[in-house]
């Protein structure tokens, strides 16, 4: 298994520019989750998705789109990117096991940054 | 994120040393996550707590959830070098009784001097 992938590692973008972050997992996880990471600011949770079809919004969602049109994949798109959207974005994916246990995996992180 | 307030926000301890970071919340923590972060990488899940009083251990690392569900606190034994990171906490404030959605703490840069 290969886990959680996240591609591009790196982006530059200039301020006004859409781009795709992409994220795939192949452990057949029903539970997906999109996070930037900024300095002094722990990770906050931007949308997620709970199953092929379905997703919603976490606490910063402005400014960015998601669909989860298979199970493996869920990307997520910058519509403008502004200098604010500057950050390490991480793609996350999850299983409950029961009895309290969960399977989870972060994916290495694309390091954004809008100029 | 302030609903999650870790401390501290960075240790440096001698190698061997013991350590304690703590976790908490004014909400009930319905499921707790530890994580360490090595600098410039993604995440890797350490231990997760759900019910009050639990208590896991890997290795030297011990995580705990207290009675009331509101603080966790994650113990290191015999410190290492490896054990050199950013360990996050993140936490189900929801009850959705899984990691879809979790708040994070904004995590403790730990240290290990030789």
């Known amino acids: 298994n290969a886990g959680v992938t996240q591609t591009p590692k790196f982006q530059v973008l200039k301020t006004g520019q859409s781009m795709t972050l992409q994220c795939a997992q192949d452990?057949?996880?029903?539970?997906m989750s999109w996070y930037r990471q900024d300095p002094g600011m722990g990770l906050r949770l931007i949308h997620y998705s709970v199953g092929a079809g379905i997703t919603d919004q976490g606490e910063v969602p402005n400014g960015y789109n998601v669909s989860r049109s298979t199970t493996e994949d869920f990307p997520l798109r910058l519509l403008s990117a502004a200098p604010s959207q500057t950050s390490v974005y991480f793609c996350?994916?999850?299983?409950?096991?029961?009895?309290?246990?969960?399977?989870?995996?972060f994916g290495p992180g694309t390091r954004l940054t809008v100029l | 994120s302030q609903e999650l307030e870790q401390s501290p926000q960075s240790l440096i301890v001698q190698e061997g040393k013991n350590l304690t970071i703590n976790c908490t919340s004014s909400k009930t923590l319905y499921g707790l996550y530890w994580y360490k972060q090595k600098y410039g990488e993604g995440l890797i899940f350490l231990m997760m707590?759900?019910?009050?009083?639990e208590e896991k251990s890997h290795e030297k690392i011990t995580a705990k959830l207290d009675e009331k569900k509101q603080q966790s606190s994650l113990h290191i034994t015999a410190s290492q070098p490896s054990h050199a990171g950013i360990y996050l906490c993140g936490a189900d404030l929801f009850g959705t009784g899984t990691a879809s959605k979790l708040t994070f703490g904004t995590g403790t840069r730990l240290q290990v001097t030789l």
């Open positions: 996350a994916s999850s299983l409950p096991l029961g009895g309290g246990r969960t399977e989870q995996f």
């Open positions: 707590l759900q019910k009050g009083g």
């Open positions: 452990m057949n996880h029903e539970y």
